[in-house]
Nanobody, 116 residues
């Protein structure tokens, strides 16, 4: 069993930065990738970024350049650095880890609110 706990969300003014963290507990050495998704009010959950087990990173094109995903293997932690935040970045941000299509775990999310 794997558990994910996100933290680092909060209220920030437009143009500001936040760093989200996702700590994974349990056996994760065989994962395919860890990633971040977000869900804004009234919208579907959307993919933000992912990092593979070998450290390759992928981003939604619209967020590339402002968001950076990184991993600290020693701490079983994935980070999402968010810069130049916009009001439209307001959402609940979720971390996930995928071992296979049938084995995916999610965290409970952390709220990010960007004020104008």
């Amino acid at each position: 069993q794997v558990q994910l706990v996100e933290s680092g969300g909060g209220l920030v003014q437009a143009g500001g930065s936040l760093r989200l963290s996702c700590v994974a507990s349990g056996t994760i050495f065989s994962f395919r990738f860890m990633g971040w998704y977000r869900q804004a009010p009234g919208k579907q959950r959307e993919w933000v970024a992912r990092i593979t087990s070998d450290g390759s990173t992928y981003y939604d094109d619209s967020l590339k350049g402002r968001f950076t995903i990184a991993r600290d293997n020693g701490k079983n932690t994935v980070y999402l650095h968010m810069n130049s935040l916009k009001t439209e970045d307001t959402a609940v941000y979720y971390c996930n880890i995928e071992f296979s299509q049938q084995r995916v775990y999610w965290g409970r999310g952390t709220q990010v609110t960007v004020s104008s």
